[in-house]
């Protein structure tokens, strides 16, 4: 369904609400990782060049409600904004009684989740957002999966409930892959755990040409498959599911390979040594960590050959650089192909960034737990609130 879009509206003079989702990690009262301020800025730009009077709202981390407290407050965000923005961006710590920002000024409203109210949605606190402007956009689709009172009420009850830039870029890059993929398409869905993801897998399974599972999650279809995944993280009872998503992708003439080699170590370190095996080999005391070099040149080839990739999760433990070969040259592959790719997630994003390959990965979204639960196909509450209002027009 259709929604308004920021850039339609006339925003002179006007009192712009905007939801960003800026909650980024902090070291020492610093951000150490600027990615989705970077991600809003084009937003916050727009917003003022068109003569907007610019208030943000963001939530930081998950402070108790009611209580202010000086490590969750926005202040190192409003100041990587101002330099960002080459201007200052004023952070209002008491906002809800009315804010008053010049035409042409940027403020920052303090952390959203300081307010009574903000989680469950309360609807006094979403009407008194609501009150501080003429048009409220939502922008943060990194928080767009919460239906709380700054991402969802809010959007019930301002004159008008628009979709930003960043969110609108977020939904049709993510559609583009997902609704009508150009084919083949290949998933890539690594973690710890088929339990967390299983919806996931679920789905996918049924749209996709290939799904190719790593980490955990491959053990467990390693163990589905037949083989001896010796000490290895994986799960027993789902052994069933994973024999079922199996039957489910060839019944759909889709393949969810089985690694023929692995590298395994003997413990969880980074001092760990890495053994290779054939995947008949692991012993009972080895625990898989990565998939193989015949593997990942097999997998790597089925990236080069797809014309559309969704990446979710590395394939190994790749924080320890012996058991990193697998994820690097699956980014590498990911990278030279000419396929549409999308990948979200914070480890695929960490994966990313360490093997230099942002640049060439179609699309990179800001969203971790808003980003999988549009894989699983789940309605994001603040966009379905925003196809409402626009269909009350
Ligand atoms: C995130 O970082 O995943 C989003 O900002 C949402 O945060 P939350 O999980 O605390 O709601
Ligand atoms: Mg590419």
Not at 3 to 8: E, P
Not at 41 to 50: N, S
Not at 307 to 330: A, H, S
């Given at each position: 369904m ?45 917003a ?47 906002w ?8 042409g000024?940027?403020v ?31 922008d943060?689709?990194?928080t ?8 969802h ?16 870029r ?11 993929p ?8 690594g ?44 799960e ?7 024999r079922r ?8 003439n ?28 692991v012993?009972?005391?080895d625990?898989?960590?990565d ?18 990739i ?13 058991f ?20 979200g ?5 960490a994966?990313?960034?360490?093997y ?8 990179i ?22 196809e ?6």
């Amino acid at each position: 369904m259709p929604v308004i879009k920021m850039t339609d509206l006339d925003l002179a003079g006007k009192r712009v609400l905007i939801r960003e989702d800026l909650n980024v990690p902090l070291k020492e009262g610093r951000v150490s990782d600027d990615t989705r301020i970077r991600a809003s800025r084009e937003t916050i730009e727009q917003a003022r060049a068109a003569g907007a009077r610019v208030m943000l709202m963001s939530h930081l981390g998950r402070p108790e409600e009611g209580v202010y407290e000086e490590k969750y407050s926005l202040a190192p965000v409003a100041d990587r904004l101002s330099e960002l923005l080459g201007q200052e961006v004023r952070l209002v710590k008491d906002w809800l009684e009315g804010v008053d920002p010049d035409d042409g000024e940027v403020v920052i409203l303090e952390n959203v989740r300081f307010n009574n109210g903000e989680k469950k949605n309360d609807d006094a606190l979403a009407k008194r957002m609501a009150a501080l402007c003429d048009v409220f956009v939502m922008d943060a689709f990194g928080t767009a999966h919460r239906a709380q009172a700054s991402t969802h009420g809010v959007a019930r009850y301002a004159p008008v409930a628009a979709a930003g830039p960043l969110l609108a870029r977020e939904l049709e890059a993510l559609g583009k892959a997902l609704d009508d993929p150009a084919r083949p398409m290949v998933a890539i869905v690594g973690g710890s755990k088929v339990s967390t993801k299983l919806t996931v897998l679920d789905r996918l399974s049924a749209r996709v040409d290939r799904m190719i599972v790593g980490g955990g999650i491959a053990n467990t279809f390693i163990a589905a498959a037949g083989y001896n995944v010796g000490k290895s993280l994986y799960e027993k009872d789902l052994v069933e599911e994973a024999r079922r998503l199996m039957e489910k992708a060839k019944s759909n003439n889709a393949e969810i390979p089985v690694p023929s080699d692995v590298i395994c170590g003997e413990e969880f370190s980074e001092s760990a040594e890495a053994h290779p095996r054939w995947i008949d080999e692991v012993t009972e005391d080895d625990m898989i960590f990565d998939i193989g070099p015949e593997t990942s040149e097999r997998f790597a080839e089925i990236l080069k050959e797809a014309k559309t990739i969704v990446w979710n999760g590395p394939v190994g433990v790749f924080e320890f650089d012996q058991f990193g070969e697998g994820t690097r040259k699956l980014a590498l592959a990911i990278a030279e192909s000419d396929a549409f790719s999308i990948a979200g997630g914070g480890d695929t994003l960490a994966a990313i960034a360490k093997y230099g390959v942002g640049d060439r990965i179609s699309y990179i979204s800001t969203g971790g737990g808003a980003f999988l639960e549009f894989l699983e196909g789940k309605t994001l509450p603040a966009v379905a609130v925003l196809e409402e209002r626009a269909a009350e027009r």
